[in-house]
């Protein structure tokens, strides 16, 4: 496997978080530990195929842990890891930088 390079830190933030899911996922699970189901009513607008495919890119890239209860019926949550939420803690003022423009954000012509 060829080893990824960087052009600088904001490319390797980037590519690690890649695409429009996984901030909204890190941002849910920033208040603790999650079940699928409750996970998914928390992104609104992702289906269930991206939620599994983005949470399994996620926890190899170490950004989030699944723990598995072996009980009956069987339980999985998921919860972020020390680096996912570094990550999350790096995003928050981008966040803010969103909330504080969504309104002209929201105007712009698509």
Request: contains cysteine; aromatic residues 8%; glycine residues 10%.
């Amino acid at each position: 496997m060829k080893k990824r390079t960087f052009t600088c830190g904001l490319d390797a933030a980037i590519d690690i978080m890649g695409g429009k899911w996984k901030g909204l996922i890190l941002f849910s699970l920033g208040e603790g530990p999650l079940r699928f189901g409750e996970l998914r009513r928390s992104v609104p607008g992702i289906s269930e195929r991206v939620l599994i495919l983005q949470l399994r890119e996620m926890e190899a890239s170490g950004l989030v842990h699944r723990e598995v209860y072996h009980q009956v019926p069987p339980k999985v949550e998921y919860s972020l890891t020390d680096f996912g939420q570094s990550l999350n803690t790096a995003m928050a003022p981008l966040g803010e930088w969103g909330e504080e423009h969504m309104e002209r954000i929201e105007s712009l012509p698509r």
